[in-house]
């Protein structure tokens, strides 16, 4: 009895201390130093999108004043949250996340944020009814992913040279919040149109290897496929080797399209495999460190600082690719 009293009073105090708005009004302060402990918790390196994205950060490290703990959680998000763990045990003065998933990683987010650490979700979001910018992170720095999905369909919709679209969609890695959005912004564009239906779509978890071997499958459920929609480009190539090795015509009898932009993807555009890549940047290094200064000078920072994304396409894709990575 005594207990449960206690716990209502407990709960009450702490809906009293949200509704005060003490804790939204409180982010954690970062004060102006020479140098600071900053930590990158990389959720996986399995492929050129996340190296690029973590030698962005190492590029930017000195110019920023930062001494950099790096670490790589290897695709698991349990081990993600463990490095975020550490990296608190630590010290560092600040945190730039890339959540691999929404839900798994809310714990992290809530334990930097317990511990005083302003914390930055780079390139993933988290949770948005769970975790919130201003509250208990200071911002989400990164792409519309919804807008990303809307802009690849709304170029199918009109680059596409048949009449009937039979579309395989390849998707990001689960609970992901690229994956969730990509698919959102694409179906939803699809769903207008009658002439275009979406026969699968299933998870290749952001992999090539993967990517291919959930096309391999899929081809043999639906060999009337003409458009492929992979979430990113290193599904788009699995995808477009699946193809090539059933003896069907990337670029040819089917259009496949992307986000991202890696060199592979620019090339395949080049070489007339795939039709378009909507970008996803992954050079976030520089952006971090200017939304870092601005934090330490005061300024209230933006729930979400936007990237703005080009598009790929033939018309463009040589001259970019040796910017690409
Ligand atoms: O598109 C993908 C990577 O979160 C925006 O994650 C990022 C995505 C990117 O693995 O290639």
């Not at 020479?34 to 996340?50: H, I, L």
């Not at 809310?106 to 005083?116: E, F, H, I, L, T």
């Not at 090795?245 to 259009?255: H, N």
């Not at 592979?264 to 870092?292: H, N, R, W, Y």
Request: proline share 5%; net charge negative.
């Amino acid at each position: 009895m005594t207990t449960r009293i206690a716990r209502t009073i407990a709960i009450a105090a702490g809906a009293a201390l949200f509704a005060s708005g003490v804790l939204a009004a409180d982010l954690p302060p970062l004060a102006k130093k020479d140098r600071y402990k900053v930590g990158f918790a990389q959720m996986e390196s399995n492929n050129p999108w996340r190296i690029a994205e973590t030698k962005s950060f190492h590029d930017t490290a000195d110019t920023c004043g930062w001494d950099l703990i790096a670490t790589d959680a290897a695709g698991s998000a349990a081990k993600q949250v463990a490095d975020v763990d550490s990296m608190i045990a630590q010290g560092i003065d600040v945190l730039f996340l890339p959540p691999r998933e929404e839900k798994p990683l809310v714990p992290a987010v809530m334990k930097a944020r317990a511990a005083g650490i302003p914390t930055f979700l780079v390139d993933r979001s988290v949770d948005p009814n769970v975790v919130k910018a201003g509250t208990h992170f200071v911002a989400f720095l990164g792409s519309d992913f919804v807008d990303q999905g809307r802009r690849v369909a709304e170029w199918t919709l009109e680059n596409f040279p048949g009449d009937t679209g039979i579309i395989v969609e390849l998707e990001g890695t689960t609970g992901s919040s690229p994956a969730n959005d990509r698919k959102k912004g694409f179906d939803d564009v699809m769903a207008m149109h009658d002439n275009m239906t979406i026969v699968a779509s299933q998870s290749g978890d952001f992999a090539r290897d993967l990517g291919r071997q959930v096309m391999e499958t899929l081809l043999q459920a639906h060999p009337e496929v003409n458009i492929v929609y992979a979430h990113n480009d290193e599904m788009a190539i699995g995808a477009i080797q699946a193809l090539e090795l059933a003896g069907r015509k990337p670029g040819g009898d089917v259009l496949v399209v992307s986000i991202d932009g890696t060199r592979d993807a620019l090339q395949a555009i080049i070489d007339g495999k795939m039709g378009v890549t909507v970008e996803s940047s992954p050079f976030f290094g520089p952006l971090a460190c200017e939304t870092m200064m601005r934090y330490v000078n005061g300024e209230t920072i933006e729930p979400w600082v936007k990237v703005e994304d080009r598009i790929f396409t033939k018309a463009n894709a040589a001259d970019h690719i040796d910017e690409a990575y």
